[in-house]
């Protein structure tokens, strides 16, 4: 009886279940048809929606998600299925006859309308998901824009000439890398600038991206560099070099045509560590490098096509300076004096630039002192027999063992002249030596006579491209002790120029007596000047020190084992180094004082600097300090504390420009107390560009500078010192253009310096006349 009973339950479930469920669909017809209604206009609302979303993407250039494109398509045929479904209810309302409706009609419309309000939910639901309907889109590279000096640019034929060579291999399938090089200051970026537009003109690439690689080559700044031309976002500030090199290369792979431009290269670059692509890549995407250098060598160490860009010719180089110089040379006088300067800028286009803007306000009086300044600078049209040489360069090539007694003679401001011994040792006296060997070693192998005639007379000493070099042993092989001016520059893997040894300790003979300048240039790996204590004596007439371009020199540029030597220092310049603070004064003898000869101070893009003195102040004696010259220091917050100021008597002109975290320029010491800070001297004070500069003394004494005449405050804008705050006994003129004129006459010394550096010897020359007119 228990399974007929089971039985018949189940037979009634069956039966029933059915007939229960239409006759829920059947009863709730109306209710599931507003449903769908409902949610029907929700859908079309959020489709409407959708829809101009995917329009303002597509008006960017924006690339649409899939999914996107899908769920508009689900959505496009579910709409048009419930237009359908609104059909068949209107059908369903005409057919019904009468009071009594079709039951089995509104079943089947109440079921299909519970179905696809499932359907939109769905819908609805993946809507919701999309926070944009778009990709993310790699950002597109910028447009090369012109820049100033491209809207100045002359063509000249120089420049034109090799305009036209970087051009015909730019359009070659054959040449994937160019190298244009050419002395420092030719025009070389400015040329490449105008032939990367030229480039874009024709269509020979969509992309320019130019990065100035410079002394110090810094890997992760020329990819980020790079990057931004691009248009990448970021290669991930915490990625190794090789990760970023990926990122970088897979970029220009995918970009095509791209033109790569490294500006200013010294020495060879790893494109692959870069991420530059090389060989069939460049090829396949028919991308070129083009690279800038004054070296040659660079240009054939990266397998580049070699174009020179030479100096202007005096045609063009006067007719360049004539536009430069504004001025009206309407008297044959005055031309021929105007030619004549312009002709000792040797074809140079910023020294041109330099030496026009300097002289562009002068009259004819002082444009006849510069000419006859720089022809006293030429050499005299004596006999050869008569003519003490000045520069002679030592080349590897002659130095053989089959050819000792062979030279390459330049003496200026082109011919060449072979000359041997005998006639070497007639001329030795007062020579200068430009040494371009690897090592000096290879040079004094089997030289006695070479010391003897000519290391030992020698005045002038340049040390160029030397990898292994201790000035200490030259100066003890080559009996140098009569040098007085040296120069080393771009000597690579030299970390300590000076490395004390058991044979030059502090009890030995003294080393470079006699020296009386020192300029140390573009040493990418230096770290220090001196390791050790050099010997008393050494270096006691060294007057002038300059070091630029040493970017990775670190603590203190002369730490206290140099300052205990320089007693008689006059003028430092040093411009772009990793120092942290000029004068280190650990470890000095209590109750001496240094530094007291010290007349001129000049810093500049110093980035790491982030105080002038480290270590007691006590041992500072600047008493003779009239100038001092401070831009581009961007980590130093105060100039000198306070307790210095006492010793700045002498003190005439202070500059200070683009320091971005100065606050005030005498940082005032708590523990000191002082009634008075007394700057005498000082006449001219200048202040650039100091964005966070709020007052030259913040503290409680008071501030008294009597002499002071002109006070210039540009882009200074939280500076709250008043000019009473000085209280000078003079009329104090504020911000004089023509003052300012005349100071800004004085960078023209930095300018010509600079360029000076990079040349051959005898362009110095010209230099230092020129810049004796200008500093006067």
């Avoid at 045609?315 to 044959?332: C, H, I, L, Q, V």
């Avoid at 292994?468 to 092989?477: A, G, I, P, R, S």
């Avoid at 630029?548 to 320089?566: A, G, Y």
């Avoid at 700057?679 to 500078?705: I, V």
Wanted: aromatic fraction near 6%.
């Amino acid at each position: 009886m228990a399974d007929i009973a089971s039985l018949a339950r189940d037979c009634v479930e069956w039966m029933w279940n059915p007939i229960s469920q239409r006759y829920s669909y059947f009863k709730n017809y109306h209710k599931n048809v507003k449903a769908l209604a409902d949610k029907a206009r929700t859908l079309e609302a959020r489709r409407n929606d959708v829809g101009k979303s995917v329009d303002a993407a597509k008006s960017q250039d924006q690339e649409i998600r899939k999914e996107v494109q899908r769920w508009q398509e689900r959505d496009d045929n579910l709409l048009k299925d419930l237009v359908a479904f609104e059909d068949r209810i209107e059908e369903n309302k005409s057919c019904i006859s009468g009071c009594v409706p079709d039951c089995r009609w509104r079943c089947r419309l109440s079921k299909q309308a519970k179905a696809m309000a499932s359907d939109v939910d769905a819908l609805l639901l993946a809507e919701q998901r999309y926070d944009n309907v778009s990709l993310p889109r790699a950002q597109r590279p910028p447009e090369f824009t012109r820049t100033e000096s491209m809207r100045k640019f002359q063509l000249f034929s120089s420049t034109e000439i090799a305009m036209n060579k970087v051009m015909e291999g730019l359009r070659s399938d054959s040449i994937r890398v160019i190298g244009v090089h050419g002395m420092g200051g030719v025009g070389k970026t400015t040329m490449v600038k105008q032939v990367a537009e030229k480039g874009v003109t024709e269509g020979l690439f969509n992309v320019v991206v130019m990065v100035t690689i410079s002394q110090a080559v810094n890997l992760r700044r020329i990819q980020s560099q790079i990057a931004e031309g691009l248009g990448l976002k970021s290669l991930g500030a915490d990625s190794t070099v090789e990760r970023r090199a990926t990122k970088v290369r897979d970029r220009i792979v995918r970009e095509k045509k791209v033109l790569i431009i490294l500006d200013d290269l010294w020495k060879k670059l790893d494109l692959n560590r870069v991420g530059i692509p090389y060989g069939s890549e460049l090829e396949n995407g028919e991308s070129k490098i083009l690279i800038t250098t004054r070296l040659q060598q660079v240009c054939t160490q990266m397998d580049s096509h070699r174009i020179k860009l030479q100096h202007l010719s005096e045609p063009d180089s006067w007719e360049f300076f004539k536009k430069t110089a504004g001025t009206n040379f309407d008297s044959r006088e005055f031309e021929a004096i105007g030619k004549s300067v312009a002709k000792e800028c040797g074809g140079l286009p910023i020294a041109l630039v330099a030496v026009a803007k300097a002289l562009a306000d002068k009259d004819m009086e002082e444009w006849d002192k510069a000419a006859r300044r720089l022809q006293r600078s030429m050499p005299c049209n004596h006999d050869e027999d008569e003519t003490v040489f000045e520069c002679i360069k030592l080349s590897y090539d002659f130095l053989n063992k089959q050819e000792k007694d062979c030279f390459l003679l330049c003496c200026l401001f082109p011919e060449d002249h072979n000359i041997g011994k005998e006639e070497l040792a007639r001329y030795g006296m007062g020579l200068t030596l430009f040494l371009e060997v690897n090592t000096m070693e290879e040079a004094r192998e089997d030289a006695d006579w070479f010391i003897e005639v000519v290391a030992k007379k020698a005045e002038k000493l340049i040390y160029s491209d030397c990898w292994d070099l201790n000035l200490l042993e030259e100066y003890e092989h080559g009996e140098l002790a009569g040098l007085k001016s040296l120069d080393v520059e771009q000597c690579q893997e030299v970390r300590n120029l000076m490395r004390v040894t058991n044979n030059s300790g502090p009890g030995s003979a003294p080393v470079f007596e006699s020296l009386q300048e020192l300029r140390i240039f573009h040493m990418d790996f230096l770290e220090q000047i001196c390791v050790g204590e050099l010997p008393t004596g050494s270096l006691e007439k060294l007057k002038a020190l300059a070091v630029q371009q040493c970017n990775n020199l670190v603590n203190s540029l002369l730490p206290s084992n140099l300052i205990k030597r320089l007693g008689n220092l006059e003028k430092l310049l040093v411009n772009g180094s990793s120092v942290e603070e000029v004068f280190g004064f650990e470890g000095l003898e209590q109750g001496q004082v240094y530094l007291g000869r010290l007349q001129e101070i000049r810093l500049e893009n110093l980035s790491e600097i982030a105080n002038i003195c480290r270590g007691p102040t006590c041992f500072a004696d600047f008493r003779n300090i009239k100038f001092v010259t401070v831009i581009r220091c961007m980590k130093l917050r105060n100039l000198f504390p306070v307790s210095i100021s006492d010793s700045l008597m002498q003190l005439e002109d202070l500059w200070v420009e683009e320091c971005v975290l100065m606050e005030e320029v005498i940082r005032d010491e708590h523990a000191i107390s002082q009634q008075k800070v007394k700057l005498p001297r000082l006449k001219t004070l200048s202040l650039k560009n100091l964005p966070k500069l709020s007052s030259f003394y913040a503290g409680n004494a008071s501030l008294e500078c009597p002499s002071l005449e002109h006070l210039h405050v540009h882009e200074c804008q939280n500076f709250r010192t008043k000019t009473s705050d000085f209280h000078s006994s003079k009329q104090v003129h504020e911000n004089d253009e023509q003052h300012m004129k005349l100071l800004q006459k004085r960078c023209v010394y930095i300018i010509l310096l600079l360029i000076s550096i990079s040349q051959p010897f005898h362009n110095k020359s010209f230099c230092s006349k020129i810049l004796e007119y200008l500093t006067r």
